[in-house]
Every structure is written in structure tokens, then in C-alpha cells.
């Protein structure tokens, strides 16, 4: 089993930028793949970017060209780069790791981007 925690969200005005952390508590080098969603409110939550653990990396059509995942395996972290912010971006990030045939996810962080 692996423990998510996300942190860094927060407020930020339309176009500025945020980064995400997502820390497991082991180390995240054995996981197929690892992942940022969102859930705006009233909507279903969306994949936003992931990372296998060969590099490979995955991106919304919504978010391709501004936001950036990637991974540090020696701290077991995982990272959103999240650049020229936009209010449609608003919503709760979620953490989410894919370990065989189990996906485990986070409590989520706020992320609301004012107009």
C-alpha cells in the first residue's frame, strides 16, 4: 500500500503559475504510473497529466503546452508544474498511483484561479 499527500495549491490569479507535490510514503520507483487529476465543482473528475515509471509522459489536450508532471524518485515525489493559469482551471488536485492492478489516490489540493 502507498500513502498519498498533495500539496501546494492554493489561490492564483489567471495566468500566474503553481507548482503540485505528491509524496508517497515509499518509494515510487516499482509503481506502473503516477498521476494528477482534477475535479472542478459539478463536474467528474478528469485526468490531467501522468508519468510511467520508464518517463513517459501523458497530458490533457486542456493542459498540454502549460503544465508540466514529472518525478523525483529519490524523494519519492511527484510534481505539477502548472503555468499560465486559467480560471477554468479551478478545481481540487488529486494524486493518484497505479501499482499493478490497485490505483491509490490522495485526499486532493485546492487549486482556485481567480479572473
Known amino acids: 500500500q502507498v500513502q498519498l499527500v498533495e500539496s501546494g495549491g492554493g489561490l492564483v490569479q489567471a495566468g500566474g503559475s503553481l507548482r503540485l507535490s505528491c509524496a508517497a510514503s515509499?518509494?515510487?520507483?516499482?509503481?506502473?504510473?503516477m498521476g494528477w487529476y482534477r475535479q472542478a465543482p459539478g463536474k467528474r473528475r478528469e485526468p490531467v497529466a501522468t508519468?510511467?515509471?520508464?518517463?513517459?509522459?501523458n497530458y490533457a489536450g486542456s493542459v498540454k503546452g502549460r503544465f508540466t508532471i514529472s518525478a523525483d524518485n529519490a524523494k519519492n515525489t511527484v510534481y505539477l508544474q502548472m503555468n499560465s493559469l486559467k480560471p477554468e482551471d479551478t478545481a481540487v488536485y488529486y494524486c493518484?498511483?497505479?501499482?499493478?492492478?490497485?490505483?491509490?489516490w490522495g485526499r486532493g489540493t485546492l487549486v482556485t484561479v481567480s479572473s
Open positions: 508519468i510511467t515509471t520508464g518517463g513517459s509522459t
Open positions: 493518484r498511483a497505479e501499482e499493478k492492478t490497485l490505483a491509490y
Open positions: 515509499r518509494g515510487i520507483s516499482s509503481i506502473n504510473s
